[in-house]
């Protein structure tokens, strides 16, 4: 079996539960939302990944495209006009190349992190269940996590695959107003409840403290108590901006306050 991967990196965790704890990162491509509305008041949406793709001759991998000011901060991992850069692998080669990533630190060390786009979607989630089916013997990791928008639900066959070797966890980050995507399409609450009873979390990009009603009215009809706020930004300077106000909101509403490491350390750049 075949899936496009965008990415495949060991860094640092840098969100959530298990922030600063080393992972490696596989990014699938393909994602059902498109979080144009970041960075920009609430009704605009970004148009900087098409104005990108204008260019793209400009680029030849995935690591040479810029990263975006506005909307989604993993476009690669989802424009068309970028799948080109996130080559189709089989089971073997990816297990492979994660090993490969991890340079000779032990895989029980590290957490293994699947990202995207989504890597919820049907087709990646019959790829990694086939995946853990061939090489469960190499991937016995720490932790196995999910980096989920919460709108796919994980198949029982992809849970139990898993549960075999590793713990499972699932990061869920439902999108707000402010990512531009409608909420009849972000919000799914029967799908929310599927993942509530796994291990699991939520977390929330926060643009502002009007954001906190929205998630309330979420986070009451879901089983699911821990609960992270995170500042919207992809790239340093506006992530900075953010951060202080997003620590106040997060005091004054007894939320957690997820820091996004990666922004602080690296700059938010590809591989990181």
Request: a negative charge; hydrophobic letters at 35%; one cysteine or more.
């Amino acid at each position: 079996m075949l899936s496009r991967v965008s990415e495949v990196f060991y860094s640092l965790q840098g969100e959530g539960r298990r922030v600063g704890h080393p992972s490696v990162f596989v990014r699938f491509f393909g994602c059902n939302f498109r979080c144009p509305g970041f960075g920009l008041p609430l009704g605009q949406e970004s148009t900087e990944p098409d104005e990108i793709a204008k260019n793209k001759d400009k680029y030849h991998s995935y690591s040479e495209l810029p990263l975006a000011k506005t909307g989604c901060d993993s476009y690669p991992s989802w424009h068309p006009s970028f799948k080109e850069f996130s080559p189709e692998v089989d089971e073997d080669q990816l297990v492979m190349t994660i090993l490969d990533t991890l340079n000779g630190v032990k895989t029980e060390n590290v957490d293994l992190v699947f990202t995207g786009g989504e890597p919820l979607l049907p087709r990646t989630q019959k790829f990694i269940v086939s995946l853990f089916q061939k090489h469960s013997d190499k991937l016995k990791f720490n932790l196995v996590s999910f980096e989920t928008n919460g709108s796919q639900s994980p198949s029982k066959e992809l849970i139990d695959e898993i549960q075999k070797t590793n713990k499972l966890l699932f990061s869920i980050s439902p999108k707000l107003r402010c990512s531009g995507v409608p909420r009849d399409k972000a919000i799914k609450l029967s799908v929310l409840e599927e993942l509530s009873k796994n291990d699991s979390y939520l977390k929330f990009v926060v643009s502002n403290i009007e954001d906190l009603d929205e998630i309330n009215n979420i986070i009451k009809d879901v089983d699911i108590k821990e609960v992270y706020i995170m500042p919207e930004g992809g790239i340093e300077d506006r992530y900075n901006s953010n951060l202080r106000k997003t620590a106040l909101i997060a005091l004054a509403k007894g939320f957690i306050l997820s820091p996004r490491l990666h922004v602080t350390i690296f700059g938010n750049t590809w591989g990181t």
